[in-house]
């Protein structure tokens, strides 16, 4: 699949995203361990997120739905997840990888988990190192790729375990297999990340003690079912947050966006750019805070990024490179290696494609620094990476010709109505079936 874009246009009206992606991978996860029946509301039917509840039926979970974002889990508690018949495979989402090897590694099961060609390419010895110290045994193919097999018979101990970098999964994990290993399991993590794992465990009435960067349970406990809304996720909202930032004429408001304090570098980088936004009924739904974003057209200046917004905001980086393009002066980035393995190395995809478009970009090892300019015209090669596809979608509003971007099948992944949704808000955006 592909997109074609017409330049120029306007974003005005009002929409709501798709539900949260992170918020709902957890919501499978910890209802299919839960005791008793969680409805969810809002669950984002993307293909990364059915991963994880094709993963969880393959373990003995009933899973009702999704049918119009509403899933009905019947939970089996702790103890009573089944070993899967076939290898799990997580598709392209990372989410699913990470935190369900803490999941197979804590209940004990024998389970090889797999997934696409992007996903097979990704470290994941960033888990398996903690999981092995916790006493998992669990082979991979060179470097930690997987597919990952982890062996059934090794019960775990609690560790304290000071993560290496910032990263949600690896936290989220750790703190998951910690529900069934013997003693108290601690992370304490370099920088912020987001923190919807240890909400959730909170809303499920599991124990948990989250103070500054350290989050500690005992293993043990019991999950007990509740009810869960999704809110909007805020990484499939920014792609229009932008949108309504760079394009003239632009009044956009996004409703029910999940604004969770971990999660919000996206507003707070595009406001020290100059953006026009503003938070409109802010209240707390699930223990998640939530708010309508309205956004209108500013000329937006480059800047340098703070380094401690950087892990708040690393989902969305690819569409505030956009921004930096279109903004007046020059942007920096620093301190974001870990763009570099996400479905792509996204610093370079990036830079290769604002190459195209006519826009300097110096790819730095941690980061890059992109001068704003005008954009022209070109083909975009995604690298199968979605946030790359529709991020390149989004400059066609301030492009000079007509955009065509390659390889967008992957968008479904994570942001399935994307392509309508930008349409019904005034993007010039043809879908093409790529054979032309």
């Not at 979970?61 to 103890?79: A, F, M, S």
């Not at 989250?210 to 007990?224: I, K, Y």
């Amino acid at each position: 699949m592909e997109f074609k874009l017409l330049p120029g246009g306007s974003i005005v009206g009002e929409a709501r995203v798709a539900g949260d992606k992170s918020i709902s991978h957890r919501s499978i996860m910890f209802a299919s361990i839960a005791e008793g029946t969680t409805h969810i509301k809002g669950f984002l039917e993307g293909e990364d997120a059915l991963a994880t509840v094709a993963a969880f039926r393959a373990m003995g979970v009933r899973i009702d739905g999704p049918q119009d974002g509403e899933v009905v889990v019947h939970g089996v508690g702790l103890n009573g997840l089944k070993t899967p018949e076939a290898p799990l495979d997580m598709g392209n989402s990372g989410t699913s990888m990470r935190l369900i090897s803490g999941i197979v590694a804590g209940a004990g099961l024998e389970a090889t988990l797999t997934g696409d060609v992007s996903l097979c390419k990704r470290p994941m010895g960033r888990v398996i190192n903690p999981l092995t110290e916790m006493g998992a045994r669990i082979d991979s193919e060179e470097q930690g790729r997987p597919p990952l097999r982890i062996h059934a018979g090794y019960p775990l101990n609690g560790i304290d375990y000071e993560l290496p970098m910032a990263s949600a999964q690896v936290k989220s994990c750790v703190l998951l297999a910690g529900l069934w290993a013997q003693g108290r399991t601690s992370t304490k993590e370099p920088a912020p990340t987001r923190d919807h794992t240890e909400r959730m465990l909170k809303g499920f009435g599991y124990p948990i003690v989250h103070q500054g960067d350290r989050a500690s349970l005992e293993g043990g406990h019991v999950l007990r079912a509740c009810d869960i809304e999704i809110p909007a996720d805020i990484s499939s909202a920014a792609f229009f947050m932008v949108a309504a930032s760079i394009a003239p004429g632009s009044d956009l408001t996004l409703s029910h966006v999940g604004i969770n304090p971990t999660r919000v570098g996206v507003i707070n980088i595009l406001r020290l750019m100059g953006a026009d936004i503003e938070l409109l009924n802010e209240r707390e739904i699930g223990g998640e805070p939530v708010a309508d974003i309205r956004v209108r057209y500013a000329e937006l200046q480059g800047i340098e990024i703070p380094e401690e917004q950087v892990p708040l905001a690393i989902d969305e980086f690819p569409v505030l490179f956009i921004a930096a393009a279109c903004a007046k002066g020059r942007t920096v980035l620093r301190g974001a290696e870990e763009l570099r393995v996400k479905e792509s190395d996204r610093i370079a995809s990036m830079a290769e494609g604002l190459a195209t478009l006519g826009i300097h970009a110096e790819v730095l090892e941690d980061g890059i620094i992109i001068d704003g300019g005008s954009m022209g015209s070109g083909t975009i090669n995604t690298y199968h990476d979605h946030r790359i596809a529709m991020s390149f979608a989004i400059a066609a509003l301030r492009a000079e010709g007509e955009i065509r971007v390659l390889e967008c099948d992957p968008v479904a992944t994570s942001f399935p109505n994307f392509d309508a949704i930008a349409r019904g808000l005034g993007l010039q955006i043809t879908t093409l079936d790529g054979e032309e």
